[in-house]
Structures are given as structure tokens and as C-alpha cells.
């Protein structure tokens, strides 16, 4: 069984900085493609980033030039930074993981609330 957990949620200002993790346990063969969504209240979970194995990345509009997706397929683990960080932004981040076992699941973590605001 895959088990992801998510880190490094938490209150925020306007224009302030966090850093969210995301580490894989149990047992499997690989990693490959790996995204990071949110909800916001009362909104549909939305894409916001996604990575592949090889390292290409992909992002929202919203968040381009302000998030950077990054993983360590050493440690089974991805991160998204996030920079100049808005109202907007809040939400509970989930990440998403393309896992290969027998075949190839789709995994989720549990959520890291982010809250924006001054």
C-alpha cells in the first residue's frame, strides 16, 4: 500500500513564502507523474502544478512565475514552492501521485491547509 503525506501547510501574508512537501512510503516500483491540486472553499479541486519523472513541469496560470514544482526521485518526494503568495491562494493542497506497482495507481495525500491572510 502507497501512502502519501503532505507538509509544510500553514498561515500566511500576502506576499509571504511556504514550502509543501510530499513524501511516498510503502512498496512500489517507481514514481512517475506527480501534481500538486487545491480546493478552495466552495470551489472544485483545481491543477495546479504537475511534474514529470524526467523533471518537466507544468503549472496553472495562475501560479506561473510565482510556484515552482520540484521532486527528488531519490526520496520519493516532491515539493512545491510557493512565492509572492495571494488571498486566492488559500485552500487545502493535495498532492497526487502516478505510482507503478503491479501496474500504475493513482494515489493521494491526506491535504495541508493553506490559509492566506493579513
Known amino acids: 500500500q502507497v501512502q502519501l503525506v503532505e507538509s509544510g501547510g500553514g498561515l500566511v501574508q500576502p506576499g509571504g513564502s511556504l514550502r509543501l512537501s510530499c513524501a511516498a512510503s510503502?512498496?512500489?516500483?517507481?514514481?512517475?507523474?506527480m501534481y500538486w491540486y487545491r480546493q478552495a472553499p466552495g470551489k472544485q479541486r483545481e491543477l495546479v502544478a504537475g511534474?514529470?519523472?524526467?523533471?518537466?513541469?507544468n503549472y496553472v496560470d495562475s501560479v506561473k512565475g510565482r510556484f515552482t514544482i520540484s521532486r527528488d526521485n531519490a526520496k520519493n518526494t516532491e515539493y512545491l514552492q510557493m512565492n509572492s503568495l495571494k488571498s486566492e491562494d488559500t485552500g487545502v493542497y493535495y498532492c497526487?501521485?502516478?505510482?507503478?506497482?503491479?501496474?500504475?495507481?493513482?494515489?493521494w495525500g491526506q491535504g495541508t491547509q493553506v490559509t492566506v491572510s493579513s
Open positions: 511534474i514529470t519523472r524526467g523533471g518537466s513541469t
Open positions: 497526487n501521485a502516478y505510482v507503478v506497482t503491479g501496474g500504475v495507481e493513482s494515489d
Open positions: 510503502g512498496t512500489f516500483s517507481r514514481i512517475d507523474q
